[in-house]
């Protein structure tokens, strides 16, 4: 009896269960979840991942406000595919092998906020795909595999901020792709094949406030390639191997805070295309093979506050590179080839709150004082620098100097000029003179030579500074004449040494002296040395003086012939006798005209 009663009341608790739960069913039936997703009614959402559906499946419930169908299988999506789902605002149809979006797909999903494609295999998008999709903030089609962006693909998404596009095979974007974008703040293009910026394209955009490309197939970026991106504050050009140069006007019309062009194959700093770039607080030029940065040529940057130049060529960072920069508080330039880095580049060095010097080949001398002194409150961002030279010191870590020990350490010996033995010179002009210098110190100190006229004389032209730092005059010139300065200096301190050069002018040592007619008129004596001539005053020395010494020559044998041609004739001979017969005497008497033959000649006498 007792046993009965318990089965009945068991039986009758599952039967209450069985409503219980029919009765939530009920409530549910409204809310119908196709078989393998999880459906949550409190949050309206529908969880269809890795269903491996092949199509959008059916009875979705039209509450659903978040749709998840990624990982399935689905390959097209028809007409209107969505339009009950008038709630919707996400729909994730990532990771599918989508190929087809037929027009209008998703017309009808007026509240739809977030859309995402990514990783599907479209090639394609046509026209009018995102119909209706008015309120449309984000939308993903990164990772496909689009070749093309169409006029009009992006009409009707008015309301869109974002789209991620990257990491397609895009080779063209048209002209007029981004029409209608007109909320549009943030564009991703990573990872696309384009060979040039979609200049036109982008002119629509003008709210743009990010723009990000990755992998520009650019070998320099055109003048005024983002005009009409006035409102943009923050781009990103990556991994461009082939970019070599950014045209003087390419960031034309920009007025950025922040700016990465990083993984490029830049070689110089790009000074004047960001000159304008006032506004310019983040500049990142990292994994470039930047080796300088010069002294006052980012001084128009005057709010830039971080310069990340990571993994990159750098050699030197010169005296005066951050002039000007009263806001910079960040360097990081790990991982180049910096020997040392001078407090004389910093605008004012106790702004400084961020250094990363660490990777590279720092010899610890009086340079890098300056940088021990702070080393317990500057923010190495985890990796302190460590000394690579001197020998003494290799391999220490800069937070590890004691005070004490500091003295003796981080030193400098001043500039010095070796071979002080006088060099005075003095050649014609035309001739090639070498001046020598050589300096030690420690640093190993650098030299210049300066003209007479104060000048540094650089490693081009005539009059030119060679790899071993003697100065070479060639062919010189009257103009030369002067001082010349060896100038060496280093950390510690210069030294100098003069040299002296006279050079003496063809016409003022010859042709002036000695023919006095040849040399040129005296009131343009000192421009014509610096005129070109058809030829020069040597070479019409020589030839006047050859023309004068074979008329000469012509003369004297002229002379010695004659001489000898009348010694040949014997005596001279001061009277003629010429024999003559009378035309009167052979005419009477042709037998005994012998008599008469005395009377018939006559002498002259010759003058
Ligand atoms: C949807 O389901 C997948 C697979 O079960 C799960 O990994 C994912 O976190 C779920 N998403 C949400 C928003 O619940
Ligand atoms: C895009 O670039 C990648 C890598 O350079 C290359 O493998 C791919 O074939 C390119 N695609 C097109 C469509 O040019
Ligand atoms: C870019 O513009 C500058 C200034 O107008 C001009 O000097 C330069 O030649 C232009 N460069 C190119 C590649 O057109
Ligand atoms: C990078 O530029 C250098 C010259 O500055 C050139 O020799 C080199 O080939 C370039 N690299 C690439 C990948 O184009
Ligand atoms: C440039 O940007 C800054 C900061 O975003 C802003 O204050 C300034 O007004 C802008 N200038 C122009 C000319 O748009
Ligand atoms: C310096 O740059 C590297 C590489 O871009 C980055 O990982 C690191 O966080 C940067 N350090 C600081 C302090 O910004
Ligand atoms: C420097 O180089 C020039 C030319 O290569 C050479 O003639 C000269 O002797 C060198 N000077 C020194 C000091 O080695
Ligand atoms: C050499 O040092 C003096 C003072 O020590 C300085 O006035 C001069 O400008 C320096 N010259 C050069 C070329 O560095």
Known sequence: MFVETLVQWWLCRVII???AASVVLAADTSWSCPLCCRCSSEVLEVNCSRCQFPTVPDGLSTDCQLLNLTYNKIKTLERQQFSSLTQLWDLDLSDNILNMIEAEAFLGLQNLLTLRIARNRLKIIPVGVFSGLTRLRLLDISQNEILVLLDFTFRDLAALQRIEAGENDLVYVSQRAFTGLSSLQELHLDHCNLTSVPTEALAQLSGLTRLRFRQLGLTTLPNNSFRCLGRLRELVVSHCPWLETLAENSLFGLNL??????HCNLSTMPYTPLHHLVYLRYLDLSFNPITYIQGNRLRELLRLEELHLVGGGLLRIEPGAFRGLARFRLLNVSGNLLATLEEKAFHSVGNLETLRIDGNPLACDCRLLWVVHRRLYLDFGGRPPVCTAPVQVQGRVFRDF????????FTCRQARILNRKPQQVRVDEGHTVLFYCSADGDPKPSIIWLSPQSIPLSPTGRIHVLPNNSLEVRYAQVQDSGAYRCVASNAAGNDSFAVGLQVWGFSQNHSRRLHPALSFPAGNGSSHAHQPFPFDAKTLLI?????????????VICFIFMFFWSQGKGQIKHTATIDFVPRSTIASNGAGGGNRVESGRFTMKLI
């Open 17 to 19: 269960y069985i409503l």
């Open 257 to 262: 805070t922040s700016l990465t062009i990083c």
């Open 402 to 409: 004691s005070e004490a020990e500091l003295p003796g350490l």
């Open 543 to 555: 030839a006047v003086t050859l023309g004068f010494l074979s008329f000469i020559g012509s003369v």
